[in-house]
Structure formats: structure tokens, C-alpha cells
């Protein structure tokens, strides 16, 4: 069994900073990709930010030079460093982890995590 587990999320005025982590754990054997994504109240799923197992990132227009995301392949952690928060980046933040579990291996699957709500109020 593969888990991921956020931490990080809550209520923060507009102009603060949080910090979202998410470990992976269990049976793993290679974590590949991982990011967040979110989900606003009526909205589709939205992808925030990726980033390889290389550490080559990739963020989504609105957040660029706001939000960071980053990771340590040590500990199958990845974190989101957001600052300057808007009203908009309201919503529930996912993590998301390509991973070879060494029950399967030679299958990379998507896991993901039960979100952590980030709530910013103007």
C-alpha cells in the first residue's frame, strides 16, 4: 500500500504565506513526478505545480513567482511554499505522486492525497 499525506493547509489573511507538505509512504520502490493540484467550489480540478524527479518545476500561469514548489527525494516529500495569497487561490489542494510501488513493480500509478483546505479571506 502506497499513502500520501498533506499537511499544511488553513486560513490565512491575503498577502500571507503557507507552506504545504505531502509524504509519500509504504510499499515504495521509485517516486517519479509529483505536484499539487486544487479544486475550488464549483471548478474543475486545476494542476498548481510539478516537478520530476530531476527537479525541473512547472507552475500554472496564476501562481508564477508566488508559489514554489519543491521536494526531498529522501523522504518522498513534496512541499508547496505559497506566498502572497490571493482571495482565488481558495480551495482544496491535493497532492499528486506517479509512483512504482514495489508490489508492482515496472507500473508507475498515480496516487493521491485527501486534500487540505486553504482558505484566504480578502
Known amino acids: 500500500q502506497v499513502q500520501l499525506v498533506e499537511s499544511g493547509g488553513g486560513l490565512v489573511q491575503a498577502g500571507g504565506s503557507l507552506r504545504l507538505s505531502c509524504a509519500a509512504s509504504g510499499s515504495i520502490f521509485s517516486v517519479n513526478a509529483m505536484g499539487w493540484y486544487r479544486q475550488a467550489p464549483g471548478k474543475k480540478r486545476e494542476l498548481v505545480a510539478t516537478?520530476?524527479?530531476?527537479?525541473?518545476?512547472n507552475y500554472e500561469d496564476s501562481v508564477v513567482g508566488r508559489f514554489a514548489i519543491s521536494r526531498d527525494n529522501a523522504k518522498n516529500t513534496v512541499y508547496l511554499q505559497m506566498n502572497s495569497l490571493k482571495a482565488e487561490d481558495t480551495a482544496v489542494y491535493y497532492c499528486?505522486?506517479?509512483?512504482?510501488?514495489?508490489?508492482?513493480?515496472?507500473?508507475?500509478?498515480?496516487?493521491w492525497g485527501q486534500g487540505t483546505q486553504v482558505t484566504v479571506s480578502a
Open positions: 499528486n505522486a506517479h509512483i512504482t510501488s514495489t508490489q508492482a513493480m515496472g507500473v508507475q500509478l498515480d496516487y
Open positions: 516537478i520530476d524527479s530531476g527537479g525541473s518545476t
